[in-house]
């Protein structure tokens, strides 16, 4: 049975092994160029000081390539589901073949559970394989950055791209064996993949641990990284130099804990189209704001608490396909 689903398997394998060996050379050539690049950075801070603006240059520099990466790895499960997890079963059932196999020996479920094994673990080698070695690469990126929160790098890095795949794999498999044909179940898998790696990050994500809430002081370096600033005192883009997921962020209060969005002094502060003058502004006027974070010291937790999620949905999923393929699909 496992050959029949090798042989069966093994243009989509092959095709699969080639990409992830062509994406693989890119990737360790651009980690030792990031390596090199980061060592050399961090001598210059040693003997020329001006760190801040040195590692700014660096980061400024492979930014469009990591973050490129980083959302094509986000989309890989996705185009399994469609190519790999959907044509499973579905492509079967449309040519009839499927009859063949269950006047053989082979039962419904070994032969559901041998197909599901097969391309579901290989599914899980491949984004493994690519998250591994891009989180490799971009480590002297990600740790200038300080940001493995923001959602396209936490779903490329580490273990939780193996558990989306696992996920999709099982998500197309299923959306196959209900629907029966392989365009629309492809179409709706890709949809449905889409609509979970939008919804979790931003709906599940945040609340997946009880939030800290705490006060952050608006000094230079925080209103920096600042990139919206709202008429009535409103702030979007804060970032904190630990490395906090900041979830959500209050209206700026000044020392006094008032709101300063509608006075004068805010109006004055942003009724310039200088931006240096705004934050210059605002810094010497002894602002905060009150935030919620997920603490930097909780991603791993976090990776695992999300892996572990995907993983039981993918258990459901399979189990929904055995109970779909036991008599109930003819």
Not at 11 to 28: D, M, N
Not at 51 to 79: K, M
Not at 124 to 152: C, K
Not at 288 to 308: C, D, I, K, L, M
Request: hydrophobic residues 50%.
């Amino acid at each position: 049975m496992i050959w029949l689903t090798w042989r069966q398997f093994r243009t989509q394998a092959l095709a699969a092994l080639a990409a992830v060996l062509l994406l693989g050379s890119y990737l360790v050539t651009l980690g030792l160029q990031i390596r090199s690049k980061h060592d050399s950075v961090l001598s210059q801070c040693r003997s020329h000081g001006n760190c801040p603006g040195l590692l700014a240059s660096f980061t400024s520099q492979y930014y469009v390539q990591v973050s490129l990466l980083s959302y094509f790895l986000l989309i890989v499960p996705g185009i399994l589901a469609m190519f790999w997890g959907v044509p499973l079963i579905t492509r079967e059932l449309e040519l009839g073949t499927h009859r063949l196999v269950w006047n053989q020996s082979v039962t419904r479920k070994r032969w559901l559970l041998v197909k599901l094994g097969v391309v579901g673990l290989s599914s899980m080698a491949v984004a493994g394989l690519l998250s591994l070695l891009l989180t490799w690469a971009a480590s002297p990126f990600d740790q200038v950055e300080a940001d493995r929160f923001t959602p396209a790098l936490f779903a490329a890095r580490n273990i939780a791209p193996v558990a989306y795949a696992a996920f999709a794999c099982a998500l197309g498999v299923t959306l196959g064996l209900f629907i029966r044909r392989t365009l629309p179940a492809m179409a709706l898998a890709a949809v449905l993949f889409a609509v979970v790696q939008i919804t979790v990050p931003s709906v599940v994500r945040p609340d997946l641990v009880p939030p800290v809430r705490t006060s952050v002081q608006l000094t230079s370096s925080e209103l920096a990284t600042v990139n919206f600033l709202g008429q009535y005192g409103t702030v979007g883009g804060l970032k904190v130099p630990s490395g906090d997921w900041v979830v959500s962020t209050s209206p700026m209060f000044n020392s006094a804990g008032e709101s300063i969005g509608h006075s004068a002094m805010y109006a004055n502060c942003i009724n310039t189209s200088v931006q240096s003058v705004t934050l210059s502004c605002l810094t010497k006027a002894d602002l905060h704001v009150n935030v919620t974070v997920q603490p930097a010291r909780r991603y791993w937790s976090f990776q695992w608490y999300e892996s572990g999620l995907y993983a039981l949905t993918a258990v459901i999923l399979a189990g929904l396909c055995l109970w779909r393929i036991r008599g109930r699909l003819n």
